[in-house]
Nanobody, 127 residues
Framework: QVQLVESGGGSVQAGGSLRVSCTAS????????MGWFRQAPGKEREGVAR????????YYADSVKGRFTISQDNAKKTSYLQMNSLEIEDTAMYYC????????????????????WGQGTQVTVSS
């Protein structure tokens, strides 16, 4: 079993930056990847970024490419999502997720592929 706890998030004006963190505990040695999803009211949960734990390879959704950076600190068992140049459209609940198996299908991060989830942290971007 794996537990994920997010921190960070909050409110910021458009163009600003925020960082959210996700600390893992439990049977983490078997994890293949960690990822970040977001869900805005009335919308489906979408994958934002993922990182493969063994080699640090990262992937991003087109909507955040060049603005968001996912990273990991293996010693701290923590994944970070640095969000720069935030836009109003980035407003959502952000969720950390992890899995021991495949983390994407045909390049897409489907929520159903992730077994472990954090509780979510709100990010609000205002004009």
């Amino acid at each position: 079993q794996v537990q994920l706890v997010e921190s960070g998030g909050g409110s910021v004006q458009a163009g600003g930056s925020l960082r959210v963190s996700c600390t893992a505990s439990g049977d983490i040695n078997r994890l293949n990847c960690m990822g970040w999803f977001r869900q805005a009211p009335g919308k489906e949960r979408e994958g934002v970024a993922r990182i493969y734990i063994s080699n640090g390879v990262t992937y991003y959704a087109d909507s955040v490419k060049g603005r968001f950076t996912i990273s990991q600190d293996n010693a701290k068992k923590t994944s970070y999502l640095q969000m720069n140049s935030l836009e109003i459209e980035d407003t959502a609940m952000y969720y950390c997720a992890a899995d021991m198996g495949i983390c994407a299908r045909r390049g897409e991060m489907a929520p159903s592929l992730y077994s472990y989830w954090g509780q979510g942290t709100q990010v609000t971007v205002s004009s």
